[in-house]
């Protein structure tokens, strides 16, 4: 009753986001792009304004898995065969325009989600003329954009040289406007582990705010895309980051 009002009142946009279940070092939680989708789509919608989160979709590709290629070399990771992401995709879409949705949104926090997002976005929209439009959005894909900016900006200054992790400031800090305990903030200040890539977060009120400054970026980057391509019906002519 509460998508049936929502839609009633105008929200008639909806958003699904794809995130993973991958390794990322000894600190992160295994689904650290469900902790940055979960603020960042909130983030996005509320910017919209016209616009709901549909249940975060965490399986997706993450490489081979008989025989084990990509992430799935790493115990913990759970992959997809990319006809199934993309047939999943189908029906979540499918499903979303059956209750009357104008505007179905997909954002992938991870490389394995950008290909699958795209075909079943451009085949669904080309079928069905843009009625509902469907628009895969690549721009919220960049993390080289939000670094950049968050870095010019003095909020961040990574060292030259890297922890070797699959991890970094950007997404430790996006998850923690989440949930610190997705980054082990706790243990890691215990521990004296309290830095990735030279970058320190020890300081949670910092932390918090450096993080809301990454989600309002990524938010005010990805809610430009989603007008555009809505105005272009579904017809990005943008490239993937």
């Given at each position: 009753m509460d998508v049936?009002?929502?839609?009633?009142?105008?929200?008639?946009t909806v958003i699904i986001g794809t995130g993973g279940i991958e390794p990322n070092g000894p600190w992160l939680a295994l689904g650290k792009h469900q902790y940055v989708l979960k603020a960042n789509c909130e983030a996005?919608?509320?910017?919209?304004?016209?616009?709901?989160?549909?249940?975060?979709?965490?399986?997706?590709p993450e490489g081979g898995i008989e025989p084990k290629s990509g992430h799935m070399t790493t115990v913990g990771t759970l992959s997809?065969?990319?006809e199934t992401f993309q047939a999943m995709l189908t029906d979540v879409v499918t499903s979303l325009k059956a209750h009357g949705f104008e505007n179905?949104?997909?954002?992938?926090?991870?490389?394995?989600?950008?290909?699958?997002?795209?075909?079943?976005?451009?085949?669904?929209n080309?079928?069905?003329?843009?009625?509902?439009v469907v628009a895969h959005i690549p721009e919220y894909y960049d993390y080289a954009s939000v670094n950049k900016a968050m870095t010019e900006a003095g909020a961040i200054k990574e060292s030259e040289k890297g922890d070797g992790l699959h991890d970094d400031p950007i997404i430790s800090l996006n998850m923690f406007v989440t949930d610190p305990n997705s980054i082990r903030y706790e243990?890691?200040?215990?521990?004296?582990k309290a830095t990735?890539?030279?970058?320190?977060?020890?300081?949670?009120?910092?932390n918090a705010e450096i993080g809301k400054k990454i989600v309002e970026f990524r938010a005010t980057k990805t809610v430009d895309a989603i007008?555009?391509?809505?105005?272009?019906?579904?017809?990005?002519?943008?490239?993937q980051p």
């Open positions: 049936r009002d929502a839609m009633k009142a105008g929200k008639t996005i919608a509320r910017k919209l304004g016209n616009a709901l989160c549909a249940p975060l979709i965490p399986l997706v997809m065969r990319e179905i949104i997909l954002i992938g926090d991870s490389g394995g989600n950008q290909r699958g997002q795209k075909e079943v976005a451009e085949k669904l080309t079928q069905w003329n843009g009625t509902p243990q890691r200040v215990k521990a004296g990735i890539n030279g970058v320190p977060i020890a300081d949670k009120a910092k007008k555009k391509a809505i105005a272009a019906k579904g017809k990005s002519s943008t490239t």
